[in-house]
């Protein structure tokens, strides 16, 4: 069975832009939840969505926004770039929430 | 306030030698879970493990065992007879189950474990 993947693997912007991140999830699982991780420190929750619906949500700004779609994948969108920005997004896939948590690859993002 | 503290910032060893990660956190839940992660460099997280609040049964699984103590909330992470390929970050981490459910898993800093041929 697929893993959770991640799209695109890279990506460079330049600060004030936008961008968007998918995730597709392992199928069978409703639940998936973003993080960021910056380079030396554990990754932080930004998002979690199940079953459609925000289930949580982290301490970031509201630059950061996310949706999960019928077929369960998510995007994760941030408006305005900062360069505080640039960070490894991971996505991770779960049953539901509690339950073990899948990470994809992630997406590796640099704001210049 | 739910913390996870991983005090150890590197260790290295050489190969074949057993290496302890060490685990405290901080809940005022009842209910909750410990996972481990491995962050090889590729940077995927793989997950090694989920301990639920109210099972202190050590685990096994070929050379990992982790011992999870209740009274001093520890969760720490044993590898015997160490292998080159263990060596990654290893992230510690907790998720409440009741109050305020929101998945959200709270990791700790990392242990960056070398392993030395």
């Known amino acids: 069975d697929a893993g959770v993947t991640q799209s695109p693997t890279h990506l460079i912007k330049t600060r004030g832009q936008h961008v968007t991140l998918r995730c597709s999830p392992i199928?069978?699982?409703?639940?998936v939840s973003w993080y960021q991780q910056v380079l030396g420190q554990g990754p932080q929750f930004i998002f979690q969505y199940y079953e459609k619906e925000e289930r949580g949500r982290g301490n970031f700004p509201d630059r950061f926004s996310a949706r999960q779609f019928p077929n369960y994948s998510s995007e994760l969108n941030v408006n305005a770039l900062l360069l505080g920005d640039s960070a490894l997004y991971l996505c991770a896939s779960s049953f539901k929430g509690e339950y073990e948590q899948y990470f994809g690859p992630g997406t590796r993002l640099t704001v210049t | 306030a739910q913390k996870v503290t991983q005090a150890q910032t590197e260790i290295s060893v050489v190969e074949k030698e057993d290496v302890t990660l060490d685990c405290v956190y901080e809940t005022r839940d009842t209910t909750y879970y410990l996972f481990w992660y491995k962050q090889p460099p590729s940077g995927e997280l793989v997950f090694l493990i989920r301990r639920n609040s109210f099972d202190e049964q050590n685990e096994i699984s070929g050379r990992y065992s982790w011992n999870f103590q209740k009274s001093t909330s520890s969760f720490n992470f044993t590898i015997t007879a160490s292998q080159v390929v263990d060596s990654a970050v290893y992230f510690c981490a907790l998720i409440q189950t009741l109050t305020g459910n929101t998945g959200k898993l709270i990791f700790g800093q990392g242990t960056t474990l070398q392993v030395k041929p």
């Open positions: 199928s069978g699982h409703k639940s």
